[in-house]
């Protein structure tokens, strides 16, 4: 790696590990932090921190996080992220025309496409009050009130009325040569029939440890729609811990797709609000967990508006020690009459060492409501595999084509073409890399 | 080509092959015939190395080469092939994308080029015409949704371009109906030549009308218990195996 120009060294010291090490540094940044001159904005960051200091890490005895245990993020102290690097960075090649490049939390222009319809966050802090935090709550999330405090940067995406934002990456980089800890920010709002596809992408260089814990906010006006396609491709010793919140007004379309493939630890959660009548969400998403990594999938999806149809198609695979999650709940109001609700979630058990857990949770209050829910878990068929290997395929091969077969299914439902191309770039040759 | 001596095998602790002597040479076309339970299937699975079948004794070489020894994937390379009496279903793999993974890989073991998307799709059209295949099996899943026929006849195309030196054919002909043996016999019948054996295991004489073998054997309990020229097929038609046993 070429990195050159001015590395601040004074803040290389790791803090102590847990709760206590991230408020410490809550409090030596905060003169620091962009945008304290805004009144609301520091307001909103010292509450933030004071309702993260009241909660600290959750533990598994919260429910929430009962198959999710954050002792590798608790036990172990964090350093600065407040180093500025410049120069070429080995990146991945660009899933999308237009991309926008972070790198530690921060963004780089010099990376990044002028063209996009991007802002960066900290140098646009003004056009983001009644947005940043318009969604995401803290006063049970500690990770959010962690990131509300503490983020330095992030994406500002405000699309007008009727505009069409195009196809856009925002590719994250955290460079795993220091246990760093970041806490990007990202803002998204689509004007009544604004339309966006946004692969998020979540990319680790290096093997060491690491904390990329990134909050994003969708307002999603009526008929407007966006798809989310999200890589975590973090690093082998990283740690990712995402909060997405999204509303969708009337009409419009919440389009997300999830792909948990990096990292040694990872949780995204997604609050999805379906605000107005006819919204709709897709919370698909996949899982490819290796030995030793953890995976885990949570949402909180709310029918608050009636005649709105959701889907949710998350899979897992998972080979060697490693464990998946998913818990999924929707939550269906007493007003959101003919709710039209799928949600199925499908694991493939590649080794006897792995453990999924799944915790489907429906909460239904309508009375004229169409919901249905499953889960299965399965390995592979051994008749399918000799099948295959009989007509001269190898059997990593073999394997391989039965994995991305069982995966198809969700990424098939993300329709633009170019963030299903970069998700199943991201799937292929998979079990060929772990076996 | 295919020499097996005093093979022996077991499923689960049980013997199945008590004792199989066969020799199929280089050019023919060997028809194994027996009732159900007599050990045809056990007897193709272990030639194409599919797992959960114990050898306990005896030999099979292929081409001078211990067949036994060779991973299903080094057989089919080496030109062995299977049809599968019940062909299997992979919901999610394209037939194109199988079609040509499988040709490129044995491709590759013979030191031959790969074929890319366009050169492979002019081969297996042209394979596919022959055998009167909609051509839209190609983008389907394989033999996904397929009905029984359609499922035999994926299995002869792939025999087609996998172009193997020895097919073993396990009851093919089961759950064909006349016109659709017809299209299989012809798919087999067209690979007849000097450099290309057979293995035709099947229950009934039928399928031995329209592929007519060299040889037939008589496989009950375990064993070959006669062997003879077309004329064997005939006789078992007639008369039954409960006349070859008396025999």
């Given at each position: 790696?070429s ?34 001159r ?6 909103r ?27 590798p ?6 350093g600065e ?6 120069g ?67 994406a ?85 811990l ?16 999830l792909?948990h493939a ?31 990594q ?17 889907r ?22 007493q ?101 | 080509?295919?020499k ?10 049980k ?45 099979a ?10 991973e ?10 299977l ?92 759950g ?17 030549g ?44 007639a ?9």
């Amino acid at each position: 790696m070429s990195a050159t120009g001015d590395i601040v060294t004074a803040g290389n010291a790791l803090t102590e590990p847990g709760a206590a090490g991230f408020l410490q540094r809550y409090e030596g940044l905060r003169a620091r932090f962009p945008g304290q001159r805004l009144p609301w904005l520091a307001a909103r960051r010292e509450a933030a921190a004071e309702a993260f200091r009241a909660q600290g890490f959750p533990t598994r005895r919260v429910e929430a996080w009962k198959y999710t245990d954050l002792a590798p993020l608790t036990q172990a102290g964090f350093g600065e992220a407040l180093t500025s690097v410049d120069g070429a960075l080995p990146l991945p090649r660009a899933a999308a025309p237009r991309r926008v490049v972070f790198v530690d939390g921060r963004f780089r222009a010099d990376l990044s496409d002028p063209e996009a319809p991007v802002r960066n966050l900290a140098d646009h802090l003004g056009a983001a009050e009644g947005l940043l935090g318009s969604l995401a709550r803290t006063e049970d999330l500690p990770l959010v009130a962690l990131n509300t405090a503490m983020f330095e940067d992030g994406a500002l995406i405000d699309l007008a009325a009727g505009e069409d934002g195009g196809v856009v990456e925002l590719l994250h980089v955290t460079l795993a040569d220091r246990p760093v800890a970041v806490h990007p920010r990202h803002l998204v709002r689509l004007g009544a029939g604004a339309k966006l596809v946004l692969i998020e992408r979540n990319w680790g260089h290096g093997e060491g440890r690491y904390l990329n814990s990134p909050v994003l906010e969708f307002e999603v006006a009526a008929e407007a729609h966006v798809t989310h396609a999200r890589l975590q491709q973090e690093g082998k010793g990283g740690i990712h811990l995402s909060t997405v919140f999204a509303r969708v007004a009337e009409g419009g379309t919440y389009d997300s797709f999830l792909l948990h493939a990096g990292a040694k630890l990872a949780r995204s959660e997604a609050h999805v609000t379906l605000a107005g009548p006819k919204a709709a969400a897709h919370l698909n998403g996949a899982q490819l967990l290796g030995d030793g990594q953890h995976g885990d999938c949570t949402t909180f999806l709310e029918h608050s508006a009636p005649d709105c149809p959701s889907r949710q198609t998350v899979k897992t695979v998972l080979a060697g020690k490693s464990r998946g999650v998913f818990q999924g709940k929707i939550l269906v109001d007493q007003i959101a009459q003919r709710t039209d609700g799928y949600q199925m979630n499908q694991a493939l058990l590649l080794s006897d060492q792995a453990e999924i857990d799944s915790k489907p949770q429906l909460e239904i209050y309508a009375d004229d409501v169409k919901c249905s829910h499953g889960a299965t878990v399965g390995e592979l068929d051994e008749n399918q595999v000799f099948y295959m290997r009989s007509r001269g395929i190898p059997e990593a091969t073999a394997r391989s084509l039965l994995i991305e077969a069982f995966l198809q299914e969700a990424v098939e439902g993300v329709t633009d073409e170019t963030a299903r191309a970069a998700l199943a770039e991201a799937v292929a040759g998979w079990w060929e890399k772990v076996a | 080509m295919l020499k097996i001596e005093g093979l022996t095998a077991e499923v689960e602790g049980k013997e199945i092959l008590k004792g199989i002597d066969l020799e199929v040479p280089t050019g023919e076309i060997h028809a194994i015939m027996g009732p159900n339970g007599s050990g045809k299937s056990t007897l193709s699975y272990v030639l194409s190395g599919r797992e959960g079948y114990e050898i306990t004794g005896g030999s099979a070489t292929f081409n001078g080469q211990d067949l036994l020894a060779m991973e299903p994937e080094e057989r089919a390379a080496a030109g062995l092939f299977l049809a599968f009496q019940y062909p299997v279903e992979l919901p999610g793999v394209g037939n194109a994308n199988f079609l040509r993974t499988a040709l490129n890989a044995i491709r590759r073991g013979k030191g031959e080029p790969e074929l890319d998307a366009m050169q492979f799709l002019k081969l297996a059209r042209e394979r596919m015409k022959a055998l009167s295949m909609p051509e839209d099996m190609l983008k389907r899943g394989v033999n996904v949704g397929f009905s029984g026929g359609e499922k035999k006849r994926n299995e002869v195309l792939q025999m087609a371009l996998l172009n193997p030196s020895l097919a073993i054919l396990d009851e093919t002909d089961s759950g064909l109906d006349i016109d659709a043996l017809k299209i299989v016999a012809e798919g087999v019948n067209a690979m007849r030549g000097p450099n290309f054996s057979s293995l035709v295991i099947t229950h009934y004489q039928r399928l031995l009308d329209y592929i007519v073998p060299d040889r037939v054997h008589v496989l009950m309990n375990g064993r070959i218990v006669q062997s003879g020229g077309p004329e064997l097929a005939k006789q078992l038609e007639a008369g039954g195996y409960n006349s070859v046993q008396a025999a």
